[in-house]
């Protein structure tokens, strides 16, 4: 009869290789975890952007306004909504428009993923395609204007701008001044 030592079995030992069931159990419960910590912030960092980009949008007319009214040159604020382009210009004495001539007003004002919905004026109505144009006289904004932009997961933001000066940011898509 053959006999072994304690703790040695004399049938032969399994290989080495692969995963142990309770193994794989452990990882798969840690990624899952890991998810679930971690994709809630992705969702709100991306609202985070959106609400940025309102933001800067706003001060960014509030600034062209000011300075439209300080340096008694015309400007123009330029929306191609469905894209993510704005772009600030000058007009210039010969009636053509060209660099605001600040790099802060070059930079682009939205971020990655944020576009412009549409944009809303009582004498140019709705625009939702192609470009709007915004207008800022020696006298600062020439009309109220409704922009609303749109981020990942069709979030929305409104930006209302009023010829007194103040620009206002809300939540959500709104029509209406409240």
Known sequence: MPTSRAGTS????????????????????LLSLVAVMVLPKLTVSQTMELN????????????????????KTPHRMRLEPGTGTVRVTRVLSDGSEGSPGESFLERPLLAEGVTVADVSTPRGGKVVSGEAVVRFDMAGLGDFTVIHLKGERDTAMTVMAYPSGKVTVADGYVEEPQ
């Open 10 to 29: 004399s049938s032969r030992r399994p290989s080495p290789r692969g995963f142990t069931l309770m193994e794989l159990l452990v990882v798969i419960a």
């Open 52 to 71: 940025r980009s309102a933001r800067q949008l706003a001060a960014t007319i509030r600034y062209v306004q000011d300075r439209s009214i300080t340096s």
